[in-house]
């Protein structure tokens, strides 16, 4: 399990995790999410595909 990375002004229940994406792809979501969408784009996806697994 990656070891959780905490800042001084703690975001409740989060971690920061990083992740690699394709460039062709990273383009097509950042297209997709607008500008400052990105994070709660990506968040949106996983929650949808999660669902979906169910």
Do not use: P, Y
């Not at 997709?32 to 697994?53: D, H, P, T, Y």
């Amino acid at each position: 399990m990656q070891e959780k990375k905490k800042h001084n002004f703690d975001r409740s229940k989060s971690t920061t995790k990083n992740i690699r994406f394709e460039d062709d792809l990273l383009e097509q979501i950042e297209k997709a999410a607008g500008k400052g969408n990105f994070s709660a784009w990506v968040k949106e996806a996983c929650r949808l595909r999660l669902l979906k697994n169910k």
